[in-house]
């Protein structure tokens, strides 16, 4: 099992950067496939990106690619959602999401099983 704690979050302007770290607790973080999830109100929660357990492989939403970067520090316990060029409609609640099982869909959030408590990003135009 492993606990997920995301920070990072802020208010910024149209065009700007943030960095999100997700913390991981648990000595199994390396066996874990991750993703990143944004929610705003009134809206489903949506996949932004992805990255498996091993860091080699990345995936991301077509709203993200090109500006967000998704990377991983298994010696930390640590993954990371790079945003740069935030646009207003990247302001939602941003979720880390982790699994290990042998089978999922990378983007569904129920192929998820680990869920942090999100934290704020708010992009102002």
């Known amino acids: 099992q492993v606990q997920l704690v995301e920070s990072g979050g802020g208010l910024v302007q149209a065009g700007d950067s943030l960095r999100l770290s997700c913390a991981a607790s648990?000595?199994?973080?390396?066996?874990?496939?991750m993703g990143w999830f944004r929610q705003a109100p009134g809206k489903e929660r949506e996949f932004v990106a992805y990255i498996s357990s091993s860091g080699g492989s990345t995936y991301y939403a077509d709203s993200v690619k090109g500006r967000f970067t998704i990377s991983r520090d298994n010696a930390k316990n640590t993954v990371y959602l790079q945003m740069n060029s935030l646009k207003s409609e990247d302001t939602a609640v941003y979720y880390c999401?982790?699994?290990?099982?042998?089978?999922?869909?990378?983007?569904?959030?129920?192929?998820?099983?680990?869920w942090g408590q999100g934290t704020q990003v708010t992009v102002s135009s």
């Open positions: 999401a982790g699994n290990n099982r042998r089978s999922y869909s990378s983007t569904d959030p129920l192929s998820y099983d680990y």
């Open positions: 648990g000595r199994t973080f390396s066996s874990y496939a």
